[in-house]
Antibody, heavy 118, light 108 residues
Framework: QVQLQESGPGLVKPSQTLSLICTVS??????????WSWIRQPAGKGLEWIGR???????NYNPSLKSRVTISVDTSKNQFSLKLSSVTAADTAVYYC??????????WGQGILVTVSS | EIVLTQSPGTLSLSPGERATLSCRAS???????LAWYQQKPGQAPRLLIYGASSRATGIPDRFSGSGSGTDFTLTISSLEPDDFAVYYC?????????FGQGTKVEIK
């Protein structure tokens, strides 16, 4: 069973870039079976799909965030990553990585809280 | 972008009762690519239903999904204490993979 684990800074200053890594275990990110996604959830609110990447490197992003988001994959480390630039307090949220068919989340990481504050 | 609207916002029920949750899409969802998730406080969402009506691995058969086109339903036939949580629908057939705003099932 695929397992995912998010890692990265829990505190980011406004206007800086949020950078997170998702490490995959129990399966190869290169297998071609899944898409690899990032989803976020502000405290007390619903889920927002950020974007996804396929093994080939092809990406899809939420139009609301597209100008600030980059998702990449490192098959040698079995990891994929999220970069979100020019962050504000509105980007404070729990960030989840997930894997699944198309835009679906079959398997999820535990989530990491990222706070944007000076 | 497909907008999903869930109703009701909160459902207050007792253990043993039947729960019926609705998810309505702003346009038809291709190939029935509609999923349901359960989320408990402090936990990641868990996939319950995919393809509108297929249960994910390990999900009890008291959970069932139905619907097509723009109207979908999640039914919990007899609520167990562990089922009180927030439930989200998601369409995963087109980008972006939008979620509904959630339905909270709380103990009455």
């Amino acid at each position: 069973q695929v397992q995912l684990q998010e890692s990265g800074p829990g505190l980011v200053k406004p206007s800086q870039t949020l950078s997170l890594i998702c490490t995959v275990s129990g399966g190869s990110i290169s297998s071609g079976s899944y898409y690899w996604s990032w989803i976020r959830q502000p405290a007390g609110k619903g889920l927002e799909w950020i974007g996804r990447i396929y093994t080939s490197g092809s990406t899809n992003y939420n139009p609301s965030l597209k100008s600030r988001v980059t998702i990449s994959v490192d098959t040698s480390k079995n990891q994929f990553s999220l970069k979100l630039s020019s962050v504000t307090a509105a980007d404070t949220a729990v960030y989840y990585c997930a894997s699944g068919y198309y835009f679906r989340g079959d398997h999820w990481g535990q989530g990491i809280l990222v706070t944007v504050s000076s | 972008e497909i907008v999903l609207t869930q109703s009701p916002g909160t459902l207050s029920l007792s253990p043993g009762e039947r729960a019926t949750l609705s998810c309505r899409a702003s346009q038809s969802i291709s190939s029935g690519y509609l999923a349901w998730y359960q989320q408990k406080p402090g936990q990641a969402p868990r996939l319950l239903i995919y393809g509108a009506s297929s249960r994910a691995t390990g999900i009890p058969d008291r959970f069932s999904g139905s619907g097509s086109g723009t109207d979908f339903t999640l039914t919990i036939s007899s609520l167990e204490p562990d089922d009180f949580a927030v439930y989200y629908c998601q369409q995963y057939g087109s980008s972006p993979g939008t979620f509904g705003q959630g339905t909270k099932v709380e103990i009455k």
